[in-house]
């Protein structure tokens, strides 16, 4: 019965990833291993604002 139970908890988590790994056609792609630097001085960028450096991004 346990065994059981392991095996369909194994099941289902694979599944969970199958699905998580799933892209869709048109959607937007999130870059989560490589995130936004601004190009001049180099800090992470966090929203959609301009650079704190006082430039702008890109």
Known sequence: MLF???TLFLV???V???FGKLRL???RRLSLNRPAKCPRCGRYQLGK???PC???KG
């Open 12 to 14: 289902g988590m694979g």
């Open 49 to 51: 604002g301009p650079c």
């Open 54 to 56: 006082g430039k702008e």
């Open 16 to 18: 969970l990833a199958m």
């Open 4 to 6: 059981k139970i392991i």
């Open 25 to 27: 056609p048109g959607g």
